[in-house]
């Protein structure tokens, strides 16, 4: 039988290249509670920690959101926040970040470390499902075209249901990100490799690639996928 190939939340093929860009430009520059968040998370949930983004996913983030200016986000999916508190770190002092997660206690594992980062008034949680919440924001009729940047690393059967409503809140020109879109690596498997993907990842793959060829197709939007963590698709609203 075919060994299962090791998989890690990098795409990148090479162990060692990757170690340079964590050593030499990632590790250097993390925010000291960022850092702390990632030690809490493995200590509390080691088998899940891999859920939060990848360092260098996290700092190109940052740097978007300082370059686009952006004031008013959203993000899908916070787990234990080291995506959130990046963003709360990376926005203006008048910044405002929407939060959703179905999961309260993960968040409030990560809470401390918003705390003490001294960011957590930028944040609002809503603990439910991405779907429910998002469409009691739209009712509102209040923040229609309102947000500059969207993060989208939530249940990925959902990411198209979530794809249509964040068009009706990000304005134009705004950014959608969604996270794991190359999926380990996985949308490039072929069924003639020695090695198999490993069950719990070729569950989601068939949904990761119809997402793909859907964003590709959309002329709502114009879309790129960037190889950093296991892919990160960033979609700018056209109309």
């Given at each position: 039988?075919?060994?299962?190939?090791?998989?890690?939340?990098?795409?990148?093929?090479?162990?060692?290249?990757?170690?340079?860009?964590l050593k030499t430009s990632?590790?250097?520059?993390?925010?000291?509670?960022?850092?702390?968040?990632?030690?809490?998370?493995?200590?509390?949930?080691?088998?899940?920690?891999?859920m939060n983004v990848s360092i260098d996913e996290a700092q190109f983030i940052s740097l978007l959101l300082?370059?686009?200016?952006?004031?008013?986000?959203?993000?899908?999916?916070?787990?234990?926040?080291?995506?959130?508190?990046?963003?709360?770190?990376?926005?203006?002092?008048?910044?405002k970040i929407t939060s959703i997660d179905i999961d309260k206690e993960a968040y409030e594992c990560g809470l401390p470390c918003i705390k003490k980062a001294g960011?957590?008034?930028?944040?609002?949680?809503?603990?439910?499902?991405?779907?429910?919440?998002?469409?009691?924001?739209?009712?509102?009729?209040?923040?229609?075209?309102?947000?500059d940047f969207a993060f989208v690393d939530a249940d990925k059967e959902n990411y198209v249901k979530y794809h249509e409503k964040l068009l009706k809140l990000v304005k134009i020109g705004g950014l959608i990100a969604y996270d794991n879109?190359?999926?380990?690596?996985?949308?490039?498997?072929?069924?003639?490799?020695?090695?198999?993907?490993?069950?719990?990842?070729r569950i989601h793959q068939p949904t990761l690639l119809k997402f793909n060829e859907f964003l590709a197709n959309d002329t709502r939007v114009e879309s790129t996928i960037l190889s950093l963590g296991d892919?990160?698709?960033?979609?700018?609203?056209?109309?």
């Open positions: 039988m075919a060994k299962e190939k090791k998989v890690g939340k990098s795409i990148l093929q090479s162990d060692a290249l990757l170690e340079y860009i990632a590790y250097p520059k993390e925010h000291e509670q960022l850092a702390e968040i990632r030690k809490v998370t493995v200590q509390k949930y080691p088998f899940l920690c891999i300082k370059l686009m200016n952006a004031k008013k986000t959203i993000e899908l999916g916070v787990f234990t926040g080291y995506s959130l508190l990046t963003t709360a770190l990376a926005l203006p002092e008048d910044g960011v957590e008034y930028k944040i609002n949680f809503i603990q439910s499902d991405g779907i429910t919440a998002l469409n009691s924001i739209i009712d509102n009729g209040k923040e229609g075209g309102s947000y879109t190359l999926w380990f690596g996985s949308v490039a498997h072929s069924e003639k490799d020695p090695y198999p993907i490993p069950k719990w990842i892919g990160l698709t960033l979609c700018r609203r056209l109309k």
